[in-house]
């Protein structure tokens, strides 16, 4: 599988702190079925100062560590990009890694504060995608203004945005409400892309096989591949050398 949102690098944000902690996550997620992650630390202006350079080097940095260790884990990097009024400089600064770039637009995982939708978002993603920047909204299914009213997440839809579901979300580890939305939007297949967001060794391990079977089980095993493989390998395709993707 190659997972699209996870927190593995040292250091960087509120994933592993050290090289060793990295390591063994990256060890769980190779066990755990996951031959390609592209790393998504924070971006989070006042939290997380993390730049495409810094991001970029960590991830060199990581994919030298795993290769002396020979753990079998290819890494592409991107962000987790916090929708803030800052976005726009951001874009124009040239500071966001994207995945790449699918029909035109630069793919962007986009995060919302987990309390609410903030009011402007869709102009700012209308925005985004008038400037060939398509959003791939992160776990919307976690959102509690999307939790408690998920017609929120249409507008975003409609304008174009894609949609990440978080895998612990379809096997309730974030509870029944996000369990609930993430089965909704399974069934309406809206959802484009499955990955793990994890984060560490203990709470929040990758468990992307065990949504993986479920989403088998009840929506079959190409809607399973199409979420885990097929669609990640079109969004991260220039992330990894071609011949690495076995789709
Ligand atoms: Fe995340």
Same mark, same amino acid.
């Given at each position: 599988m190659i997972d699209l949102h996870c927190h593995l690098l040292p250091g960087i944000d509120d994933g592993p702190d050290t090289l060793k902690e990295s390591l063994a996550l990256c060890r769980i997620a190779v066990n755990d079925g996951i031959t390609h992650a592209v790393v998504t630390p924070h971006i989070h202006p006042g939290r997380w100062e993390n730049t495409r350079q810094s991001i970029e080097q960590q991830r060199n940095n990581l994919q030298q560590a795993l290769n002396q260790q020979g753990t079998p884990l290819q890494l592409g990097f991107a962000a987790e990009v916090r929708l803030t009024d800052q976005i726009l400089q951001q874009v124009e600064n040239n500071e966001?890694? $994207? &995945?790449?770039?699918?029909?035109? &637009?630069? *793919?962007? +995982?986009?995060? $919302?504060?987990?309390? /609410?939708?903030? %009011?402007?978002?869709?102009? +700012?993603?209308?925005?985004?995608?008038? /400037?060939?920047? @398509? %959003?791939? *909204?992160?776990? %919307? #299914? @976690?959102?509690?203004?999307?939790?408690?009213?998920?017609?929120?997440? @249409? %507008?975003? *839809? #409609?304008?174009?945005?894609?949609?990440?579901?978080?895998?612990?979300?379809?096997?309730?580890n974030f509870g029944e409400r996000a369990q609930q939305i993430a089965h909704q939007l399974l069934k309406d297949d809206v959802v484009a892309v499955l990955a793990s967001d994890g984060h560490n060794a203990k709470a929040r391990q990758p468990g992307l096989k065990q949504a993986f079977d479920a989403i088998t089980e009840q929506y079959g095993a190409e809607r399973a591949r199409r979420l885990t493989l097929h669609t990640p390998a079109v969004i991260a395709a220039g992330q990894f050398t071609e011949q690495a993707i076995t789709v």
């Open positions: 966001i890694p $994207f &995945y790449g770039k699918v029909d035109g &637009y630069q *793919i962007m +995982l986009l995060e $919302f504060p987990h309390s /609410h939708i903030i %009011p402007g978002s869709d102009k +700012l993603v209308a925005w985004l995608m008038k /400037h060939n920047i @398509r %959003p791939l *909204i992160a776990h %919307p #299914e @976690r959102n509690k203004q999307i939790m408690k009213d998920p017609t929120q997440l @249409r %507008p975003f *839809i #409609e304008v174009g945005c894609w949609l990440q579901l978080t895998a612990g979300s379809v096997t309730a």
